[in-house]
Structures are given as structure tokens and as C-alpha cells.
């Protein structure tokens, strides 16, 4: 197939139709990097649909907050192409525990006992745009499941920073450098956010919709890694989850529109291989 033909092919999908001749012009630096850092190159479309994800992150000026980026809905994990941190490859990789499920496009899931994904980064002391008081956790799950555990987290014995998509009870809770927002979810699907915009100020959010607030005063940053699909509880992992995960990072404070941004951008990607469930 001629890579015009491949450009018009994949000018019909949802926000990416407006590529052009993107691969002939080359990626932007901050795709290229990831790019080159795997081991097995995605195909021309897709490599084009993720450096237009990029694009968008870096325009929005969400990707200049971000510390770790993890997009686990990745082509293959063949080499670890899908544990790569797109914002430094190379730096806070993260790491499979005993071998969670993956499905290309799609990512990782865990059987809710022992399989875990530990990012490699400890907030406390690798952080640089998380900080105490601004600060972001999210994460993206592909499956509805109600039942108990944390999605990502940690507590170090003195500070915590987690999120429950969905606790068994209809409820999510989100906790970032200390405070607790409960709220009803009736829906555990897709971008959920929780930040730290200020010393009092925590949010959650689910799709770009603020789903509740709380006025608890700052703590430090854990001092302890974070791990997603478990809780990184003392260097032990528990409450484990058996959702599916298409991404997650860490970053500093994300205000709406940054929220907005992030959500939508990242379902255009998802969407672009028939794989977004907002």
C-alpha cells in the first residue's frame, strides 16, 4: 500500500484525520525520543496516531507537567515498549510483578492477588514537578469492575497518596499528599484524576467531570515507590485490583482545562484503535 493511500486510510479516524504526510516530516522531539527508545517500532499509522497524542500534550502544556507517563495501551510489550516513561525513556521504566496480563492497544490487567505494576518512581524523592503541594496522580481503566482495592498508590507508615476507582459500594476515593475525597461513581470507566492544587486543596475528577473536593491540609509527597493494579504499602504490595489499565503518570497540579486536555487527548488515541470506552 502506497503511504499516501495509508495517510487517507487513516485520515478517517476521529481526531487524527488532519496527519498529512506527518511520518515523511518527522515526529515531534518528544515522540521521536520514545520512539527510538524501543525495541519494536509500531507501524506507520500508529506511530503517527501516538505522535499526534504527544503533539497534543505538548501544545496543551500538559506533557511540561508530567514526571512519569506511562501508556500501557501500547503496540507490544514484547521488549517493554509498553512500560516505557514517555516523558524520560529510559528513566522510571516501570516494572511488571508477576506478570500481569497485556493486550496490545489495550494494556495491563491483574488477577487481584499478586500481579502488580510498580512505576519505578518514588514521589518523595524523584519528584520534580510533583511536590507537596502540587501534585497529580491518574489513571485510565478500560473495565467496569466494583469491587475493592487501589488502582495506584502508596503509604510509607506517615503519608499517602492513592485512588480507588471503585470501592465495592459504588464509591471512588482519591488521596494525594494527605486528604481523602469519597464520591459516588456510578460509572468506573476511563481518565480519573486526583490532585493537589494548594496546601487545602484536593480534587477528583472522572472524565474531565469534578466529582468532589476536599480542604485537608498537605503532607509530604510519599517516600516510597507507587505502584498501580496494588498499594504499595510499606514496600509490601496490597489491595489489589483486577481492572485493566490503558495509562497512568504522575505530574504536578492539573487545573479543569488541563483535566479537559489530558482526557480528551488521550481518547483520541484510544479511539483511533477502537479501543476508548468514554
Do not use: C
Request: cysteine-free.
Amino acid at each position: 500500500m502506497s503511504l499516501l493511500k495509508k495517510v487517507s486510510l487513516f485520515g478517517k479516524v476521529g481526531l487524527f484525520g488532519k496527519i498529512g504526510l506527518l511520518k515523511s516530516e518527522g515526529f515531534i522531539s518528544e515522540y521521536q525520543a520514545v520512539y527510538d527508545s524501543w525495541t519494536t517500532k509500531p507501524n506507520d499509522l500508529i506511530a503517527a496516531a501516538q505522535n499526534t497524542m504527544v503533539k497534543g500534550f505538548v501544545s496543551s502544556g500538559v506533557w511540561a507537567k508530567k514526571d512519569v507517563l506511562y501508556v500501557f495501551a501500547a503496540h507490544t510489550n514484547n521488549n517493554g515498549e509498553a512500560l516505557t516513561n514517555w516523558k524520560n525513556p529510559g528513566t522510571h521504566n516501570a516494572v511488571l510483578v508477576n506478570a500481569p496480563a497485556f493486550v496490545p492497544f489495550e494494556g495491563f490487567t491483574g488477577n487481584g492477588t499478586t500481579q502488580y505494576i510498580d512505576s519505578n518512581y518514588n514521589p518523595d524523592s524523584q519528584g520534580v514537578n510533583f511536590i507537596q503541594n502540587s501534585a497529580s496522580l491518574f489513571l485510565y481503566t478500560r473495565t467496569f469492575v466494583d469491587a475493592s482495592g487501589f488502582d495506584i498508590g502508596a503509604f510509607d507508615g506517615v503519608n499517602f497518596s492513592q485512588i480507588a476507582i471503585l470501592n465495592g459500594g459504588g464509591q471512588a476515593t482519591g488521596s494525594i499528599n494527605g486528604g481523602t475525597i469519597v464520591a459516588a461513581n456510578g460509572i468506573g470507566l476511563g481518565l480519573f484524576v486526583t490532585n493537589r492544587s494548594a496546601n487545602n486543596a484536593v480534587q477528583l475528577y472522572q472524565n474531565k467531570l469534578l466529582l468532589g473536593v476536599d480542604t485537608d491540609i498537605s503532607a509530604n509527597p510519599v517516600n516510597i515507590n507507587l505502584f498501580m493494579m496494588a498499594r504499595n504499602n510499606i514496600s509490601a504490595a496490597d489491595n489489589f485490583t483486577i481492572r485493566q489499565y490503558a495509562m497512568g503518570g504522575m505530574s504536578s497540579s492539573l487545573n479543569q482545562q488541563n483535566v479537559n486536555d489530558l482526557t480528551d487527548i488521550f481518547e483520541a488515541y484510544m479511539d483511533s484503535n477502537g479501543k476508548g470506552v468514554i
